[in-house]
Nanobody, 122 residues
């Protein structure tokens, strides 16, 4: 059974930092791109960041570029999202996802995690 389990969410003040983790189990994802998406209340789920299978290529949404960093550790089957300079508008449920492909784009979602809540207070 494939599972993506996010952790690291929580409540943080504006300007603060959080690191999200996504631990995969059930199979290895070292040959798949991985990504993060987020969904705020009443809004659609949107792309945040993606990393290629090797970790050498990354993509970011314009809204988070320069503040967020995605990385992966294939030995641990884990993907990370380091979030800095957080803003209230970053508040959302953050979802980890795996892609069917090896590159960041197009990101062809195959599996989703259950999500972790991030709340940024002003």
């Amino acid at each position: 059974q494939v599972q993506l389990v996010e952790s690291g969410g929580g409540l943080v003040q504006a300007g603060g930092s959080l690191r999200l983790s996504c631990a995969a189990s059930g199979r290895t994802f070292s040959n798949n791109a991985m990504g993060w998406f987020r969904q705020a209340p009443g809004k659609e789920r949107v792309f945040v960041a993606a990393v290629s299978w090797s970790g050498r290529t990354t993509e970011y949404a314009i809204s988070v570029k320069g503040r967020f960093t995605i990385s992966r550790d294939n030995a641990k089957n884990t993907v990370y999202l380091q979030m800095s300079s957080l803003k209230p508008e970053d508040s959302a449920v953050y979802y980890c996802a795996s892609s069917r492909g090896v590159t960041t784009m197009p990101f062809e979602t195959e599996y989703w995690g259950q999500g972790t809540q991030v709340t940024v207070s002003s």
